[in-house]
């Protein structure tokens, strides 16, 4: 059974329309990342909570913004998406920071 | 700020040969875990390494932490064309709540049938 669910799994945005990707666990961890992965490249870290403390990388785009209202629910925000944007989202969970992550399907998104 | 060098970025190889795919740290790892990702999927752990000049082997995968704690590697033996995929590194950064898990820049491997 699949404990770290995104949905969706493909979303088609246009340029400028905002968009929320969502991201629930079962496993009841205390972090929760999201990653930005572009086609053949590593995942590269958005920003992630410990519990309701949110940690935003440096180097995010203020486009970009996210919500934990509860421990099993994430979301991630992206206000003015632009043709850049188009990648795999991937979220992610962990027990305690920077132990095993578990990681949901993705969603991909497209911005045409 | 790249923390973690990955090498080769890409392989691609024949079914039966064998690779071996690096991950280097100008600092010292606390633990290092690999990952592999399947096209479509998101990435799964394969293992952590913790211990200086630790060996552990996974079927055909045999992962190894350097002495000093500052590169790993991965050797597989005999690969098929189920090891393709985006094989990557990753540690563990900062301290407390705001530690996060990075990740290197990966190797993408292509076994042939």
């Known amino acids: 059974d699949a404990m770290v669910i995104q949905n969706p799994r493909y979303q088609v945005t246009q340029f400028g329309k905002p968009v929320t990707l969502s991201c629930s666990q079962t496993?009841?961890?205390?972090?929760m990342y999201w990653y930005q992965q572009k086609s053949s490249q590593a995942p590269k870290l958005l920003f992630h909570?410990?519990?309701?403390?949110?940690?935003n990388e440096a180097d995010t785009p203020d486009n970009f913004q996210s919500r934990r209202p509860n421990t099993s629910f994430c979301f991630l925000d992206i206000r003015s998406p632009g043709l850049g944007d188009t990648a795999m989202y991937l979220c992610?969970?962990?027990?305690?920071?920077?132990?095993?992550?578990?990681f949901g399907q993705g969603t991909r998104l497209t911005v045409v | 700020t790249q923390l973690l060098e990955q090498s080769p970025q890409f392989l691609s190889i024949q079914e039966g040969e064998n690779l071996t795919v690096y991950c280097n740290s100008s600092?010292?790892?606390?633990?290092l875990q690999w990952y592999r990702q399947e096209p479509g999927e998101g990435p799964v752990l394969l293992v952590t390494?913790?211990?200086?000049?630790e060996v552990k082997k996974l079927k055909r995968l045999t992962f190894q932490f350097g002495d000093a704690r500052k590169d790993s590697s991965l050797h597989i033996t005999a690969a098929q064309p189920g090891d393709t995929g985006l094989y990557l590194c990753?540690?563990?950064?900062?301290?407390?709540?705001?530690?996060?898990?990075?990740f290197g820049q990966g190797t993408t491997l292509q076994v042939k049938p």
């Open positions: 600092s010292v790892f606390s633990s």
């Open positions: 990753a540690q563990a950064h900062g301290s407390g709540n705001t530690g996060k898990l990075i």
């Open positions: 992610a969970t962990s027990r305690d920071p920077g132990r095993q992550a578990f």
């Open positions: 496993l009841n961890h205390n972090v």
């Open positions: 909570y410990y519990d309701k403390d949110f940690n």
């Open positions: 390494v913790v211990t200086g000049g």
